[in-house]
Every structure is written in C-alpha cells, then in structure tokens.
C-alpha cells in the first residue's frame, strides 16, 4: 500500500515510469518493491530533491550539472542500534547535498500497548536522539517518555542536547556545545503501537513513532522542526534506578 501511495503521489508531480531495466530498484516500476528499507530508493530520493528543491522551473537539461554544483555521492551518518526481543531497532539521519533524512524502524511488538497485560500505573522508555541542523551540525541527547498506561498520554522529553561541528560526529553526553536551551519537551498520545506528538502544548516540532519489541521493549520515532531533524530510540525501563540502554552503535 505504501508504494501504490508513494507511486501515485510521485505520477501527481508530473513524473512518468522510468525504464524498468535502467532503473529496476524505482517505485515508479510496477510492481515496486522495498528498497533496504526504504520505499524510494537513493537515485529516486536525490532526483526527487535535486527537481524541487534545487533546481529553478524552466531549467534546460543542459545546464542541470551547472545549476546543481557540488553533488556529494556520499553522505554524514549518525547510526543508533538496540537490540530488544524480536530482534534489532535502528535510528538515525543522514545527511548530503543540504537534505536530512531521519529514520527508525523494529521489530513489531505482538499486540497493542493498550492490550497488554499491564494497564494502569506508568511505563517508562530512556535512549537517545540524533540528528543534524540544516547547517550539518551532529547533535545528540537523552531521550526519555513515560506513558501512563490508564490513559495512553505521556511525554516525551529530549535533553541534555549538544551540537558538534559540521563534519564532526556526535560525541558522548558532556563533550559537545549546548543546541539551543538544551532541552525539547512534547506531550504525546498513544494509539494502537503508535505515538505522536499534540498539540496543546510543548516545543515545535512533529513527532511521530512506534513502540518496538515482542512486549513493547523498545520505542523509536523521528523529530522534524526547521532547525533539527533526528531520530530517538530507546528501551524500556523495569525500574526506576535503571540508567537507560547501552547502544551497539553510534557513528
């Protein structure tokens, strides 16, 4: 459903199917199919970009390579891993040729979080943000939401956020610069496996994300605002002593 989707949106912008033995790994051949992990793959997202983005109206194909510049084939990637029950949850962003894109995917808990045995009191996750400014600055903090389990609200609260130089990587906790007043806070709603962030209240910025795991274990999702564009991940905590989970990868 999410290629048809993606297809049709792409066909509403004007485009038209490719050569499918040019391009073999494009949404717009039929049938499409998942590119690692990714419904568009990397030539259709940095052709999507270049065409809306960069490139003026009107543009002669000839003068494209002139009016693109500098076009990096290579990118600056800030990576979180979890391992959890049913497998392994990953987080991050990348970033080249001015463009950011964050992500976070795992493996499906078994049922809702509203159906699990455990519905009142609070649950609690602890992880980790990563991202970059529109400038390529890494940042990074502490990601933590708690959800009351009556009710299916809660908040989600980044902190301790610092930035590092463009080109540099992010650091631990303590040895970046602080990015903005330090800290992010949203209420957020639950439903089904998802989350997101309302609105009554909070920074600005979108969130979205799922609870990941066999039992919910893990939680994952990406932050959008005009100066930062990250990923979070992070485990859930048996007890309040706990410190939160130790990451197989940053980079």
Do not use: C
Request: aromatic fraction near 10%; proline fraction near 4%; charge should be negative.
């Amino acid at each position: 459903m999410r290629h048809t989707i993606a297809h049709e949106i792409i066909h509403a912008l004007g485009r038209d199917h490719p050569d499918p033995y040019l391009f073999p790994e494009s949404v717009m051949v039929i049938p499409g199919h998942e590119n690692s992990g990714f419904i568009l793959s990397q030539l259709a997202r940095d052709a999507l970009f270049a065409v809306y983005a960069r490139l003026d109206p009107g543009e002669r194909a000839s003068d494209i390579h002139l009016a693109l510049g500098h076009w990096e084939d290579t990118s600056d990637v800030l990576f979180g891993q979890l391992e959890i029950p049913g497998g392994t949850a990953t987080f991050g962003a990348a970033h080249r040729n001015g463009l950011t894109q964050s992500w976070a995917n795992g493996p499906m808990p078994h049922e809702w979080l509203g159906e699990s045995a455990q519905t009142s009191g609070s649950a609690r996750w602890l992880g980790r943000l990563l991202g970059f400014t529109p400038q390529a600055e890494s940042v990074a903090g502490a990601a933590a939401m708690v959800v009351q389990l009556n009710t299916l609200t809660g908040d989600l609260d980044f902190t301790d956020m610092e930035r590092w130089e463009t080109g540099a990587a992010a650091g631990l906790i303590g040895t970046g610069t602080r990015w903005g007043d330090g800290d992010l806070h949203y209420p957020i709603e639950v439903s089904g496996n998802s989350f997101w962030r309302t609105w009554e209240s909070g920074d600005d910025g979108t969130v979205w994300g799922s609870f990941i795991g066999i039992a919910h274990e893990g939680m994952a999702g990406t932050l959008k605002r005009d100066d930062l564009d990250a990923a979070f991940g992070a485990s859930r905590q048996l007890a309040e002593s706990d410190d939160g989970p130790e990451f197989a990868g940053l980079q």
